[in-house]
């Protein structure tokens, strides 16, 4: 892949582009590959996202497609420093590491993708989208809920289709108590916080800096937690 192909959190492609690259890493990714379980997923949230972008879904349809692309390009550019034995952002590193695990569960590996994309990336992707815009947060926060909605929608649907069913319960007894632990709304609002603080932080980039490397680090612990191994 050329440099030209290539987009980094500080270039904005389009959704379009971010579905295309999901499709292809997918295509070269056995199934059972953690990183291909989460992949799927969002591929699926993406494209889904991309309808309703192009059905005027969004109060600011312009804002919302390049906080798309910001968001994907974060995930994509993890994948893209993996692939290249470079080290990826604390909050990715987890599942990258662990995603070959036998005794890791797909709805695992799915939590875990999503736990370093919605409490690392979004807050930094939305950052990057006000930045580039002149906006505020203030004028982000209606179309934030609309992605919200969409997310919490496939969350559900995530746990239906890979949780194990009541057959399992002895064996999945640890893998209930562990992902119940996780809730996909109460991360989304801690994204909406850190947000919020990085866009106060703006002037005072050591700061700035040091929240966004705490924040890297807890939700790749949180990570970590999420990918401990249940099956037996």
């Excluded at 919200?148 to 559900?156: A, C, F, P, R, V």
């Excluded at 490397?213 to 807890?218: E, I, K, T, Y």
């Amino acid at each position: 892949m050329t440099s030209a192909e290539q987009m980094s959190p500080q270039r904005t492609a389009t959704v379009e582009w971010a579905v295309k690259r999901m499709r292809a890493i997918g295509a070269g990714l056995p199934p059972e590959d953690g990183v291909a379980v989460f992949n799927q997923v969002y591929l699926s949230v993406t494209e889904d996202f991309g309808q309703r972008l192009a059905e005027g879904h969004f109060e600011d349809r312009e804002a919302a497609g390049e906080l798309g692309a910001r968001f994907a390009g974060r995930y994509l550019t993890a994948v893209d420093a993996t692939a290249a034995g470079q080290r990826a952002p604390a909050c990715w590193r987890p599942l990258f590491q662990l995603r070959g695990h036998p005794s890791v569960h797909p709805l695992q590996f799915a939590l875990a993708g999503i736990n370093a994309h919605i409490g690392h990336d979004l807050p930094l992707s939305l950052v990057d989208t006000c930045v580039t815009r002149g906006a505020g947060p203030d004028e982000l926060e209606a179309d934030f809920n609309r992605v919200g909605e969409l997310l919490i929608g496939m969350e559900e649907r995530l746990r239906e289709e890979l949780m194990p069913g009541p057959d399992l319960l002895d064996v999945a007894d640890p893998l209930t108590h562990l992902v119940g632990s996780w809730n996909l709304s109460k991360a989304r609002e801690g994204a909406w916080s850190a947000f919020r603080v990085l866009w106060r932080l703006r002037e005072f980039p050591e700061l700035a800096g040091e929240f966004t490397g705490r924040l890297d680090a807890s939700v790749g612990m949180a990570g970590r937690i999420l990918l401990t191994p249940v099956r037996r």
